[in-house]
């Protein structure tokens, strides 16, 4: 134990020669770990993966990834060799501040198979001939940070030439009883790096490093003329103070720090291996001489999918704001999509990541990604049915509103997306299970006022209850939907009498004559309008109270994360558009454009995270890197651009730009499943100029926003000359289009939406 009252120990390093006798055909790896670990082979890195092989529920699983190493092995003497570490199996990020939640100590599982050149085979694994000894690792943990004695280095520890006669034999475990299965999501890897901006020296031998931005991964560091033993401490920090120091009582009890000591070089480079934070500032003490900004390098890290989505506009501010959320999906889509990256926490939590699934979505490739988190939220399904808050479930409750209900909504929203209804039917049976939970918990179909409510609002309070029972009745609509995806239309009715059912006890419940709903707030409308749990009749004198409370707080929102994702996508369906821009373009707080201004560089957890008025808010729940508040991107995408699937799997595409004077230009790219999908429009006071692009074996319907199709042009001619494009109808203020695959360049009358 440190003085401080860490339990952090030495990494072991383990290894085992082995002879071939002949050429090797082929060779793969298989390695799986209660942990994470690095694999060498004759001296050679397997992967370039990191943390392997993974993240999961290790009360249930344990993955393997497997690597074609064929180019590493040879003919005659060879050496396989790790380093082990305990994370995220028995550290302190794994338990969520606890060491040893799933089990004591890490384990490490490795199947070498070859195939010889006369077809005979042979076989490698983690057995009692291995080999182990502690290394200059010290100590790491994706809390604590990592310490590294590069005094302590042992030259070729990792090749076949290597004598290893000193070193001790390791412990077997047999059967930890896991389920050992595939991993079925994308590595984490090295994404980019980023070069320091600026450095300031805050105090004698104190240098703060400013890389510009807020990421997650680690520094690397170069050193020069350091002598022996030179200890030297990076810190790291989201924010710095007005002194330059960095600002850290919203880390709380993650000590977020890497020591390097020296070896004496004339020049020495080091990062860690096991470990990673979200940060955007690097104190370092200990360095002797001036601090030149190259001595400091950002490396990214994050699970590596495929970027797929891009923004912008007339407007610098907006763009920032889309940069925030690119970079907040960066950051918390580490094998799993937590709820932050710097402090004491970096869980998994499920409403977090159901509310902004539709968003990541329009930026990211999740098919994968998604794919493997949803084994982490079934393995951490409880008896009764009812999904757990976090997934790895490490803590926190199961079944609570809005957060266990991510169980129905991420599969609702990735069959949406990619229109794969075999993910519908893998998860079937324990979504139905979940559905039976919510139905045996509520009374007369109301479900209990408990839970996190809208999280952090800005300055009011959504009824427990309506919340609940607003999603009650949500996930049982969505469930319907996908039963009838697969065929199960018996049950999709069951679902669909439910919802009904459910949505008359909510209307006797929380709604009266008049239209006026409990507790009054932004989100209880929101809420009703969005799931559709009003009577047609009450519904626009529903929306002029949601109006009237937004002007009334001087044309500013009020709410949390749950009503926020829902907010400006109502405004608009419901003809209040001029609203919902104003909302997306406020500079004042409470707004997204104010965080900009203040300077974030990702989305933050709190409206007043940091404001000029009152500095840093109360550091025991403040993130600068929480990526809720950043669903407003689908709206960007789905309503301001006007990109959205008109069937799943955007077979069928629908674009329906929602122009306005306050925003005169935007532009949007989609790479969807089926292909690029291309908007671009600019408006004046007299025409909307739009440019777009359907991709192969699709078909579109374009939504123009004109009262003239007659004087409406594509490419400079007529529509009804344009090759490919069909006018279906004509509403008040909407042309209709039916278009073929291809790219058109309209020209129309612009009619805009009132409020």
């Known amino acids: 134990l440190e003085p401080s009252g860490l339990e952090l120990h030495p990494l072991p390093y383990m290894r085992k020669d082995f002879d071939l006798p002949?050429?090797?055909?082929?060779?793969?790896?298989?390695?799986?770990?209660?942990?994470?670990?690095?694999?060498?082979?004759?001296?050679?890195?397997?992967?370039?993966?990191?943390?392997?092989?993974?993240?999961?529920?290790?009360?249930?699983?344990?993955?393997?990834?497997?690597?074609?190493?064929?180019?590493?092995?040879?003919r005659g003497r060879n050496a396989i060799a790790a380093i082990l570490a305990d994370e995220w199996y028995a550290g302190y990020c794994g338990g969520w501040g606890r060491r040893r939640f799933y089990g004591r100590e890490p384990r490490l599982l490795v199947q070498l198979e070859i195939e010889l050149v006369d077809g005979s085979k042979q076989r490698i694994v983690t057995d009692s001939s291995w080999k182990a000894r502690y290394g200059p690792i010290r100590e790491s943990d994706m809390f604590m940070g990592e310490t590294y004695d590069a005094r302590l280095?042992?030259?070729?520890?990792?090749?076949?030439?290597?004598?290893?006669?000193?070193?001790?034999?390791?412990?077997?475990?047999?059967?930890?009883?896991?389920?050992?299965?595939?991993?079925?999501?994308?590595?984490?890897?090295?994404?980019?790096?980023?070069?320091?901006?600026?450095?300031?020296?805050?105090?004698?031998?104190?240098?703060?490093?400013?890389?510009?931005?807020?990421?997650?991964?680690?520094a690397r560091m170069e050193v020069r003329g350091a002598s022996p033993g030179q200890r030297i401490l990076m810190r790291f920090a989201e924010a710095v103070r007005g002194d330059g120091t960095i600002y850290v009582p919203?880390?709380?009890?993650?000590?977020?720090?890497?020591?390097?000591?020296?070896?004496g070089l004339p020049e020495e480079t080091w990062e860690p291996t096991f470990s990673f934070r979200g940060f955007r500032y690097v104190e370092v003490t200990g360095c002797s001489g001036k601090a030149l900004p190259d001595a400091i390098t950002g490396v990214v890290v994050h699970s590596d999918f495929q970027m797929l989505g891009s923004f912008s506009?007339?407007?610098?501010?907006?763009?920032?704001?889309?940069?925030?959320?690119?970079?907040?999906?960066?950051?918390?889509?580490?094998?799993?999509?937590?709820?932050?990256?710097?402090?004491?926490?970096?869980?998994?939590?499920?409403?977090?990541?159901?509310?902004?699934?539709?968003?990541?979505?329009?930026?990211?490739?999740?098919?994968?990604?998604?794919t493997k988190w949803l084994v982490d939220v079934n393995d951490g399904q409880r008896e009764d049915g009812a999904y757990p808050d976090v997934a790895p479930v490490v803590g926190a409750g199961f079944g609570t509103p809005a957060w266990g209900d991510a169980g129905i909504v991420i599969p609702y929203i990735l069959h949406a997306i990619y229109g794969d209804t075999r993910l519908i039917e893998r998860h079937h049976d324990s979504m139905a299970r979940y559905i039976d939970y919510l139905a045996r918990n509520a009374e007369t179909h109301l479900r209990p006022a408990i839970g996190y409510g809208d999280w952090v609002p800005a300055g009011s309070d959504t009824p427990k209850d309506v919340l609940a029972t607003a999603y009650f009745a949500h996930v049982t609509r969505l469930m319907a939907e996908m039963a009838s995806a697969i065929g199960r239309h018996e049950d999709a009715n069951r679902y669909r009498r439910l919802f009904e059912e459910v949505r008359d006890a909510f209307n006797r419940a929380y709604v009266s004559e008049d239209g006026r709903m409990k507790g009054e707030t932004q989100t209880c409308y929101v809420l009703a309008l969005y799931m559709d749990l009003l009577p047609e009749g009450l519904r626009q004198k529903a929306v002029e109270r949601l109006a009237e409370d937004i002007r009334r707080r001087g044309w500013h929102l009020s709410t949390g994360f749950l009503g926020t994702s829902m907010l400006l996508p109502v405004l608009s369906r419901f003809d209040q558009l001029d609203i919902a821009y104003t909302l997306l373009l406020r500079e004042t707080y409470p707004s997204w454009l104010h965080t900009v201004k203040c300077g974030a560089t990702t989305i933050w957890e709190r409206w007043n995270g940091w404001t000029l008025d009152h500095g840093f808010y109360d550091p025991g729940m403040n993130s600068f890197n929480h990526y809720a508040f950043g669903a407003v991107g689908e709206w960007l995408f789905a309503t301001v651009a006007g990109i959205d699937a008109d069937s799943p799997g955007f077979r069928r595409i629908r674009i329906c730009p929602h122009p306005s004077l306050q925003?005169?230009?935007?532009?949007?790219?989609?790479?969807?499943?089926?292909?690029?999908i291309r908007v671009d429009w600019s408006v004046n006071g007299a025409a909307i100029k739009l440019s777009l692009t359907v991709p192969p074996n699709t078909t579109a319907t374009c939504h123009l926003p004109t009262d003239d199709p007659a004087r409406v042009k594509e490419s400079g001619r007529p529509i009804h000359d344009a090759e490919g494009v069909g006018l279906v109808e004509t509403r008040p203020g909407k042309a209709i289009l039916a278009l073929a695959p291809g790219s058109y360049r309209f020209v129309a009358p612009l009619r805009l939406a009132k409020s």
């Open 22 to 74: 002949k050429k090797v055909s082929r060779a793969h790896l298989h390695v799986a770990a209660l942990g994470t670990c690095q694999i060498r082979l004759n001296g050679k890195l397997v992967t370039d993966d990191l943390f392997v092989p993974g993240r999961s529920d290790f009360r249930k699983r344990a993955y393997y990834r497997t690597y074609d190493v064929t180019g590493l092995v040879r």
């Open 153 to 218: 280095e042992v030259s070729g520890w990792d090749r076949p030439e290597f004598d290893d006669g000193a070193w001790d034999p390791v412990v077997v475990d047999h059967d930890p009883n896991l389920a050992l299965t595939w991993h079925p999501g994308p590595p984490v890897r090295r994404i980019v790096e980023l070069t320091s901006k600026a450095v300031d020296e805050v105090a004698p031998g104190v240098h703060v490093f400013d890389l510009g931005q807020n990421i997650v991964g680690w």
């Open 250 to 263: 919203n880390l709380r009890a993650a000590r977020n720090a890497d020591t390097y000591v020296c070896r």
């Open 313 to 370: 506009s007339s407007n610098p501010l907006l763009d920032r704001l889309v940069e925030n959320i690119v970079w907040s999906l960066r950051g918390n889509y580490l094998e799993v999509p937590t709820d932050c990256p710097q402090r004491d926490e970096r869980q998994g939590w499920t409403g977090d990541a159901q509310v902004f699934c539709r968003t990541a979505s329009y930026l990211a490739d999740l098919s994968a990604f998604m």
């Open 663 to 676: 925003l005169p230009r935007v532009g949007a790219r989609y790479e969807s499943i089926m292909g690029p």
